[in-house]
């Protein structure tokens, strides 16, 4: 009697066949693979109870507070600094990687400048527009460069493999693609890591170490240590970095690398030492830009200012994906409160992924897309109109504000009068699409520690009137 078909292809189906023992396996081979799928199956029912414990531990305790981050990084730094200093810190030996890595590439886009410029000066009929593959960059007039630069440029050189060094130990396994020469490096190319790829433990599990508390816990000696080229390299660097022409030809070029994240050239003399350690300032200083939505678990040590308050603190961190919003919007509906930071700095700049677009212009129309969506209508919002240091700095140099947000007409260029303009301009956005919406509004600093302090104190007063207006006293 011929097999039916049904039985014929379920003989036939690929699972089985991939779940099936070999048909070669010896009794000493079954005995081992019987062990390991008990082990497996131990250690899947562990995890799962350890769910479950957790699922109902959460039932029964206070609701976890919730806070979705939408900005610059260093405010989570500093929840982990407060809350779990301990951690915070034994991440230092990746962090010094981070740091090292934002040193090197200041200087490459340094010496990238000066390339253009000696390009320039070499080839002045070669539009300067075709070498930094733009359509319509004007001409510009670069000081000329001496041979003593170029002889610095060469004796920089080895930086640039030690920036391919480090990205490779950031970045995980097949995500590094360079190629032999570290020359043909885009200008100024940033990394990106994924926020669950765990690159602080790849990167420790690299160095063969778990912790950075203590100096004796670094091998001073590796001849690899990228430290060793740093400091090598330091006296070339602060001279670069201090250059007169140098710092015209970054002028003519509007390049500002003091007002960006990860700025460490001021620095120089301790982070290229050679036992250099990250302070706690350091690591909030640092720049590295993150993929993906991560989430952070704190435990408080007490409700601020003698207020019961959960213990428990979920930060969700939107990271690099903050444009995104109509695709992570519906999954945070939930949250306690939103908190937005806005860069008010950078006025004068753009996107680095679409030049068409201001920073500033852009962080407006996320606002208004966060402030507008009705999924978001019942979350409280904090504002913090962030780098305010900087912004004032840059209004007192000259540039005016007036020359790249037209509306702000012809208002003075001061830092009183610009950030009272900037605070309106959310203020209005907020009230035309949500009206009667109460926000959370602060000035900040780039790395201003008060930050996490303020966001203590809004988080209670959301959760004392979102008690109140459960029990009707407010509406």
């Not at 189906?13 to 023992?21: E, H, K």
């Not at 678990?297 to 994906?321: A, E, L, N």
């Not at 919003?325 to 679409?354: G, H, K, R």
Request: glycine share 4%; hydrophobic share 40%.
């Amino acid at each position: 009697m011929p097999t039916p078909k049904r039985l014929r292809v379920s003989e036939d189906d690929p699972l089985t066949r991939a779940i099936a023992p070999p048909s070669y396996e010896t009794p000493a081979e079954r005995e081992e693979r019987l062990a390991a799928e008990q082990e497996a199956k131990r250690i899947s029912d562990a995890i799962d109870e350890e769910l479950n414990k957790q699922r109902i531990s959460e039932k029964k305790g206070p609701k976890a507070i919730k806070i979705l981050l939408l900005g610059k990084s260093t405010t989570l730094k500093n929840f982990q600094l407060m809350n779990s200093p301990k951690a915070f810190r034994s991440e230092r030996a990746s962090w010094r990687a981070v740091i090292q890595l934002n040193v090197v590439q200041s200087i490459h886009a340094i010496l990238d400048l000066m390339s253009r410029a000696h390009s320039s000066a070499h080839n002045p009929s070669t539009p300067m527009n075709h070498i930094t593959n733009t359509t319509s960059a004007p001409s510009k007039e670069y000081p000329p460069l001496n041979p003593e630069h170029l002889k610095l440029k060469m004796r920089l050189a080895p930086l640039l493999q030690v920036e391919v060094a480090l990205m490779k130990k950031l970045l995980p396994n097949g995500h590094a693609q360079f190629s032999n020469s570290a020359q043909s490096l885009p200008i100024q190319q940033e990394i990106s890591v994924n926020s669950s790829a765990g690159w602080k433990n790849t990167f420790n599990r690299l160095m063969g170490r778990n912790s950075c508390d203590s100096a004796d816990l670094i091998d001073w000696s590796d001849p690899d240590d990228p430290g060793v080229v740093l400091n090598a390299c330091a006296e070339d660097m602060k001279r670069l970095w201090t250059d007169p022409i140098i710092r015209k030809l970054m002028e003519v070029e509007k390049m500002r690398p003091e007002e960006m994240a990860g700025f460490f050239l001021d620095a120089l003399d301790r982070v290229t030492s050679p036992r250099y350690i990250p302070t706690d300032d350091d690591v909030l200083r640092a720049r590295l830009k993150t993929l993906g939505v991560s989430e952070h678990r704190f435990t408080m040590k007490s409700g601020h200012m003698g207020s019961p308050m959960s213990h428990d603190w979920r930060v969700f961190d939107v990271g690099g994906q903050r444009s995104l919003a109509t695709a992570w919007v519906p999954y945070f509906d939930d949250m306690n409160a939103i908190i937005f930071l806005a860069p008010i700095s950078c006025f004068d700049q753009v996107l680095q992924e679409d030049p068409s677009v201001n920073r500033l212009a852009d962080s407006f129309l996320l606002w208004k897309a966060i402030v507008s969506n009705p999924l978001l209508k019942k979350t409280e919002l904090i504002l913090f109109l962030n780098k305010c240091d900087i912004l004032r700095a840059k209004l007192a140099s000259g540039i005016r504000l007036a020359d790249y947000i037209v509306s702000y007409g012809s208002r003075p260029n001061d830092f009183e009068s610009a950030s009272q303009y900037l605070k309106k301009k959310f203020a209005g956005l907020l009230k035309e699409h949500s009206p009667e919406r109460l926000y959370y509004f602060h000035l900040t600093s780039v790395t201003d520690t008060k930050s996490t302090t303020y966001i203590l104190e809004n988080v209670q007063d959301v959760l004392v009137r979102d008690n109140l207006r459960r029990s009707a006293l407010v509406t």
